[in-house]
Nanobody
């Protein structure tokens, strides 16, 4: 059974940090391109960051310089380190695994940035 389980969300003050984790199981994790998406209330889901390997990453303009995506294939886990958080970063964050033509999604974790 394929699973992607996110964790690490919560409430944080503006300027603070959080690290999200997403652990995969039931598929060959190392083969897959992993990414983080987010969806704020009333908005469409948007790509935040993607990682194929430690050398191949890409970020949305809105998070470049503040967020870092990484992966540990020995733990079947992808991470999103989020620094200098802003209220606009408030959203449900989802991880996605993709290896053509297959896509898996996690259930999401809530991140709220508020004072």
């Amino acid at each position: 059974q394929v699973q992607l389980v996110e964790s690490g969300g919560g409430l944080v003050q503006p300027g603070g940090s959080l690290r999200l984790s997403c652990e995969g199981s039931g598929f060959t994790f190392s083969n897959y391109i992993m990414s983080w998406y987010r969806q704020a209330p009333g908005k469409e889901r948007e790509l935040v960051a993607v990682i194929a390997s430690q050398e191949h990453t890409n970020y949305a303009d809105s998070v470049t310089g503040r967020f870092t995506i990484s992966r540990d294939n020995t733990k079947n886990t992808v991470y999103l380190q989020m620094n200098k958080l802003k209220p606009d970063d408030t959203a449900v964050y989802y991880c996605k695994a993709f290896w053509f033509p297959t896509t898996y999604w996690g259930q999401g974790t809530q991140v709220t940035v508020s004072s």
